[in-house]
């Protein structure tokens, strides 16, 4: 027996045969030439994030409507866009009554209102308690928000209640009929 006989018999991991069989036997079973393989899973796997962004926000959506949030309005669209609690129908018919925007004017029911909407609507009143009511101001809301915003942060207030103070005065000045906010274009 040569020595070349012996490498080839006792080390196939060495031979180029050996390999291009291997990656014939990993090609047959994955598929890679018939399918795309790997991009068939990346494009199925988009389709999939992007159907389960659809259904998020058609929960979203529908939770408003069922909720009697005017959605067409101005007012609606920014309670839209910036709610961030449950999408339960009560806490945001509380949101949308003390904003004055649910569809036909019709209040939540105070029966209907659970410990966590009285909770809700207390911690935004603690943090709007210091601000400056819109309607006493002539300042744009968005500005008094932003100055509100940055007072309460630099004061040491997290950001996300920070925030809150924000989003509380454009909404209220947006409850109000305040055309600086409802008509953004």
Wanted: glycine share 10%; hydrophobic share 30%; net charge negative.
């Amino acid at each position: 027996m040569t020595t070349g006989d012996a490498n080839s018999s006792h080390a196939p991991h060495g031979s180029s045969d050996y390999v291009r069989q291997q990656r014939r036997g990993m090609e047959d079973e994955f598929d890679v030439d018939d399918s795309g393989g790997i991009k068939d899973l990346r494009d199925a796997a988009e389709r999939g994030r992007k159907a389960t962004q659809e259904l998020d926000n058609m929960k979203r959506e529908m939770a408003f409507l069922k909720a009697g949030v005017d959605t067409e309005s101005k007012a609606g669209q920014l309670l839209y866009k910036a709610y961030d609690g449950e999408l339960e129908t009560e806490l945001i018919q509380a949101e949308a009554s003390e904003l004055g925007i649910l569809k036909g004017n019709a209040p939540a029911s105070q029966q209907e209102s659970t410990t966590r909407d009285v909770a809700g609507v207390q911690e935004r009143e603690a943090l709007a308690g210091d601000s400056i009511s819109p309607e006493v101001s002539t300042q744009n809301p968005y500005d008094q928000g932003f100055q509100e915003f940055k007072t309460a942060y630099d004061s040491g207030k997290p950001k996300d209640e920070s925030a809150a103070r924000f989003v509380h005065t454009v909404l209220e000045a947006a409850g109000r009929g305040d055309e600086r906010v409802i008509d953004r274009r």
